[in-house]
């Protein structure tokens, strides 16, 4: 996410010891704990934290000022279950193992060109740390407007043991559930919303066809 940088940003960081995590040892967890990489501004993860105060929440996010959005929204909203970490993804690591439930990946960057593939978040190094941080039964939920991105991703989940739950080529609106700013956005202009629900363990068979 481009953006002009504003002054306020920096000094506001850099005093923020609440929402912001800096350091593995400052993370705390509950039963159920849920991230979200590229959170943007936060709209989403923000509303959801809202939503399930019993649940942990963690943002990932590596832009500085999309970062001091959020906290914002976090700081208005009281919340007490999110903290977020101002990092890039490929050192998720460094700061869990094993211990997410589900992971967002929403409107990821599609990275178009063939050159860029690696910095895509579906790209084989980066589900190689999915499988690291999430718990053995852990979930992923993808959702996109891209319809390249989608078809990478597929392709590159189909190398790692995780299972398809379900899938969407056009993910209908869910009335009672948050949804991120770029969402908002793409079903404005009336765009499919490419959607892909992985689990990590094998499950019984139980939905009707
Ligand atoms: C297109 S925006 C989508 C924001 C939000 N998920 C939404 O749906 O509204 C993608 C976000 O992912 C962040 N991002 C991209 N690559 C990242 C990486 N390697 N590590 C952390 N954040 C990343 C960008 O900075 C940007 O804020």
């Known amino acids: 996410m481009r953006m002009r940088k504003k002054k306020w940003v920096d000094a506001f960081l850099e005093s923020e010891d609440h929402y912001l995590i ?8 509950k039963k159920t704990n849920i991230l979200e990489i590229g959170m943007g ?13 019993d649940t942990q929440f963690f943002g990932f996010e590596k832009v500085d000022q999309c970062v001091a959005h959020a906290i914002k929204k976090a700081a208005d909203l009281e919340l007490d ?37 690696k910095r895509r978040l579906t790209y084989r190094a980066f589900i190689e740390r999915y499988e690291k941080i999430l718990k053995s039964d852990g979930e992923l939920i993808f959702k996109s407007d891209n319809r390249q991105l989608f078809e990478f991703t597929l392709k590159e989940f189909s190398h790692f043991d995780f299972y398809l739950e ?3 080529l056009d993910l209908p609106l869910a009335e009672d559930s948050p949804i991120s700013a770029y969402e908002m956005r793409f079903r404005k ?4 919303i490419y959607f892909a629900h992985y689990k990590r363990s094998k499950h019984e068979f139980g939905k009707q066809l």
């Open 81 to 117: 279950n999110l903290r977020i970490i101002m990092d890039d993804a490929s050192n998720l690591e460094d700061y869990f193992d094993h211990q997410i439930d589900k992971i967002y990946l929403f409107f990821s960057d599609p990275w178009p060109k063939k050159r860029q593939a």
């Open 189 to 192: 202009l009336g765009q499919p």
């Open 166 to 168: 379900d899938v969407s």
């Open 41 to 53: 501004m936060g709209d989403f993860i923000t509303q959801s934290a809202k939503a399930n105060p």
């Open 22 to 29: 800096r350091n593995r040892e400052e993370l705390q967890f």
